[in-house]
């Protein structure tokens, strides 16, 4: 933690490492499928990780349990996605930490811009903590996955 008591990246949150990173492909790829997230192919995060505005991953013994990323271009509109925590993990304030990292951030690098997520089950209640309200009905979120 800083000394404002925010847990930002850098800091050790009770025997764990949060680093201002973009995770690693090995684990990029198993973090999403442990936390249940929709499995994406290796040419795929080959090609997106590299474009990542910016990411922390939180690590245990050296071992990644936990990531979040935020994409964009950088000052009209960025979005927060790969939220990711290994089960075994979850519930230790991980989920907060890495929000607090990717939120200080964008505040610092990109005020003004618009910042979207996506939210799955329950997240929609951590996401509200940091300012996040749902769009509808003024407008509504549409997706669509090209290909598989």
């Given at each position: 933690m800083d000394r404002g008591?925010?847990?930002?990246?850098?800091?050790?949150?009770?025997?764990?490492?949060?680093?201002?990173?973009?995770?690693?492909?090995?684990?990029?790829?198993?973090?999403?499928?442990?936390?249940?997230?929709?499995?994406?192919?290796?040419?795929?995060?080959?090609?997106?990780?590299?474009?990542?505005?910016?990411?922390?991953?939180?690590?245990?013994?050296g071992e990644a349990v936990g990531m979040g990323r935020v994409i964009g271009d950088g000052g009209l509109f960025l979005q927060i996605v790969d939220m990711a925590i290994e089960p075994a993990h979850q519930g230790q304030?991980?989920?907060?930490?890495i929000m607090q990292a990717l939120m200080d951030e964008i505040r610092a690098r990109a005020p003004g811009a618009y910042v979207s997520l996506i939210a799955d089950g329950e997240a929609n209640r951590l996401y509200a903590q940091y300012g996040f309200e749902p769009t509808a009905p003024r407008s509504i979120g549409m997706a669509q996955v090209i290909g598989g």
């Open positions: 008591g925010r847990r930002g990246a850098g800091a050790v949150i009770e025997g764990y490492v949060l680093t201002a990173e973009t995770p690693a492909q090995d684990d990029y790829l198993r973090l999403r499928v442990v936390a249940g997230l929709t499995p994406k192919s290796e040419p795929a995060a080959a090609r997106g990780l590299p474009n990542t505005w910016f990411a922390v991953v939180v690590r245990k013994d304030g991980l989920g907060k930490a």
